[in-house]
């Protein structure tokens, strides 16, 4: 019982990391490398805040900040400086690697006997694992509701359309190039918020914690889309959340059947070809067809 | 002089090269003056290569214009992006796709280009206050666009495709309209419907427009104005009775004597 509510704290603190990554990913229609970067970014910056005696939230606050402007600096080099985007997020990525040891002074830092948002009263007072339950849960309603109201504003349209369709928004007006920038910006902001949070629930930093990062991300963003088809804009956002969590399940099951956490990496690497996989195999072998077969005949 | 006369766009010795900035760079548009006046319904002929299309694109401002003068209403347009432009001057290409979003419905696609040249803020959308005001605009079409309000335009047919890119481009009255082949990608049938649509609309908003095509016969029915280009200069010019007098054996013989020049 404690491991399944261990997973869905896991599930809803990591959600917000695909939340983030589907405004680049999804929207504005590109992979955003800068994400390796800004994810152990915003573990360094709330990190060290803490141990400076700043509190906790505000933690939160400067680790966004830091993502934001790793953002900016990836969008600048990719509208501007006309870098492709893959490469503009690695450059960024890598660079990140050296600012965030430059922050923490050391490869490693521990958040052991320092307040955390965690350390409230009321959290400690409840059962093991459900304040991360709860914990994730209200970020995660709260950054998905503000994303679905910014998509629903005149800007957010014009954010929308820059990915679906750039010759065309330019043609009615809208700056491509900023809304790209803002997009990044948003999304690496958010991802470094969800560093942070990680790092306060798992209670250290570490300078290595974004290896693979992007990978586990995509398979919150896929996952969802597989398992709900289809769905509107706003759905899917939602969808990411859940397909975040089964992850979170899929990875238990894996550990159950005796992979070592060394396997970790290469298991959400296959989980995810596969999924990425899956609607090409299901045409190919009319899956969805036998489907709907199996569902007329009953 | 009327109203309906005064000059809106204005060309003025303008030069635009391909390939600018490299050695190989050659003059697409040499020079060319040409003024357009308010309401004029302008066909724009020529052979491929001609610089039709780099018209359009120095007019948009999707091409920089090293020498000569652009001026919309008196203000010169030179320096200012494509994005500012828009606020003015409306565009609808000959590619069905990429007149709309295409995973964004047909009112969403009508709401952003409602907001043509707009700052675009934090506001909440509004998209069910439009709803009606849409519907009713997509009737006039008459293709059946008016059942597809919330249908992502990518599962529209060209046609319909064509149409809405149409609708959003003169919802908000441009001060200049650029067709550039806007029907050149649709069956026959289609392509006459959004012709008269086309001709409807211009006419009764009065709107100013330049319409590159292929189809001699539509530039010969309509518009008040029909000129030629070749090799980036202005070869014919002609509206009013004198263009009402134009026949099909006329401009093929311009075309003619293109291909004689040219060989």
Redesign the interface.
Known sequence: MSMIVSAIGQGLLWAILGVALFLTFRILNFADMTVEGTFPLGAAVAVTSITNQLAPTAALGLAFLAGAAAGLITGLLYTKGKVPILLAGILVMTACLSINLRIMGTSNISLLGQATIFSNHFLKSLPRYFDSVLVGLIAVILITGLLIYFLQTDLGQAFIVTGDNPIMAQSIGINTDGMTILGLMVSNGLIALSGALIAQSNGYADVNMGIGIIVIALASIIIGEVVFGNLTLNQRLVAVTLGSIIYRFVILIVLQLGFSTNDLNLISAIILAICLMLPQFSHKLKLDQLFRKGVSRS | MNAENQPILVLKDLSVAANQATPEQNLILKQLNLTINAGDFVSVLGTNGAGKSTLFNAI?GNLPIPTGELRLNGHLLNSLS???R??YI??V?QDPK???????TVA?NL???L????R??????GLKQQRANFQRLLATMGNGLAEHLDTPAENLSGGQRQALSFL?ATERQPDLLLLDEHTAALDPKTSDQLMAQTNQVVTEQQLTCLMITHHLEDALKYGNRLIILSTGQILLDVSGTEKAALTKTDILAYFGQLASVEN
């Not at chain 2, 907001?115 to 707009?118: A, I, K, L, T, V």
């Not at chain 2, 675009?120 to 959308?125: D, E, I, S």
């Open positions: 948009a494509a994005e500012k828009s606020r409306a565009r290409f990429l007149g709309t979003a295409p995973r964004m969403e709401l952003l280009a907001h043509r040249g707009q675009r803020t934090l506001k909440p959308r959003m």
